[in-house]
């Protein structure tokens, strides 16, 4: 089955400044690859997803960059405010209605 | 995004005792739900997954008689926590995937559950 690992685990930034968070998956067959953000006491919220016909996904302040020979995916998140703060997920599956496999989430600190 | 809403958000029971959720799609029909459960500071952790109309598929260790899930409806699925024990506290999650959603997986809001 498929395997998705995150890191780091913890991220703390300078408001204003960028934050990356990289993950790597094991299964050659995923091609859907999402990211949640997940405020204390909520559900996932998703916030950019990005399918394997293309290598690099933007939308406003975040971004998503996907090399599916090194089978690995990373989110940057740039000018980070303080309502950045939230644990944040990386998944990857076969899209459809197919299963996700979760990272282990990073939680990000925006520093004020 | 689609929505996807969850009843109740929060419940406390006795042990013994059996609680059912609901996971409702708003303004998609959901041909694909999937069931999570989260455990303080830990990922998400699949449950099972259901078609509308199928049986559920369970995740290896689920167990399928105490976890009763049934999608009878493109915009609702239940979740039932049967014979509850303090060991099944945790938060519960559903998400949602259609054609409506863009074949993406929006998730519910989630339901805290403390077994006393």
């Known amino acids: 089955g498929e395997n998705v690992e995150q890191h780091p685990s913890t991220l703390s930034v300078q408001e204003g400044d960028s934050a990356v968070i990289k993950c790597t998956y094991s299964d050659s067959a995923s091609n859907y690859f999402p990211w949640y953000k997940q405020e204390l006491g909520k559900g996932p919220q998703l916030i950019i997803d990005i399918r394997s016909n293309v290598g690099e996904k933007k939308d406003q302040r975040i971004a998503v960059t996907l090399n599916k020979t090194a089978k690995h995916f990373s989110l940057h998140i740039t000018e980070t405010q303080p309502e950045d703060s939230a644990v944040y997920f990386c998944a990857a599956g076969r899209g459809g209605n197919e299963k996700l496999t979760f990272g282990t989430g990073t939680r990000l600190t925006i520093i004020p | ?116």
């Open chain 2, 1 to 116: 995004g689609a929505v996807v809403s969850q009843h109740p958000s929060r419940v406390i029971c006795k042990s013994g005792t059996s609680v059912k959720i609901e996971c409702r799609s708003l303004d998609f029909q959901a041909t694909t739900m999937f069931w999570y459960r989260q455990f303080p500071k830990q990922s998400l952790m699949l449950m099972a997954t259901s078609n509308e109309g199928s049986k559920a598929t369970y995740e290896q260790g689920v167990e399928k008689d105490k976890f009763l899930i049934n999608h009878a409806s493109l915009t609702l699925s239940t979740l039932t926590v049967t014979s509850a024990h303090p060991e099944d506290s945790s938060f519960y999650i559903c998400s949602a995937t259609g054609q409506g959603a863009g074949n993406e997986q929006f998730f519910g809001p989630g339901t805290r559950l403390t077994v006393l």
